[in-house]
């Protein structure tokens, strides 16, 4: 396989098919067990932050995200979940899902993303960390298997690197 087999796109709404080949997806590689409202959140309000990773018509590789505002002063995105068939690891695909996330995110004006990893997951903190995503916080037992993780965030704007509190609300006059 080359890279230039795997095409990207946003998920196609109108498509039940998307939907369910991200939730097998999920389903088998990822360790948190997500119910069919999870996806629908996401899938139905973002489906622009759905990006899919295909290589000849079968989806092996998805990342799930949305984008709003954050106690009113600024606009945060949340990548919630990256997968990729293990099939197709370590040739680029994660890291692409996640520049192509970050690409749409910028365009709606985000001000950071965040995350959160498991602690013993090296590979993904390195992927994220070498995008350029910074650790926060250190979550104990964050995780249904009793796993601490990482919050991680990507700083866009300067407002990321201001508390809330003394962010003015965005109609406010300076």
Known sequence: M??????YHPLDANNPQDALDVKRLVDLDISEPY???V???FLSQWPNLCILAKCEGKTVGAIIAKLERHRNVRMRGYIGMVVV????????IAK????LVIEEMVKEKADEIILETEVINEAAIGLYENIGFLRVKRLHRY??????????VLP???KSSIRSAFLPPPDSII
């Open 2 to 7: 080359n890279m230039s087999d795997i095409i």
């Open 156 to 158: 866009i704007t300067d």
């Open 35 to 37: 119910s069919i409202y």
């Open 143 to 152: 995780y249904l298997n009793q796993h601490d993780a990482y919050r991680l």
């Open 96 to 99: 692409k899902l996640v520049n």
């Open 39 to 41: 996806y629908r959140f």
């Open 85 to 92: 068939n293990r099939s197709y690891r370590k040739q680029g």
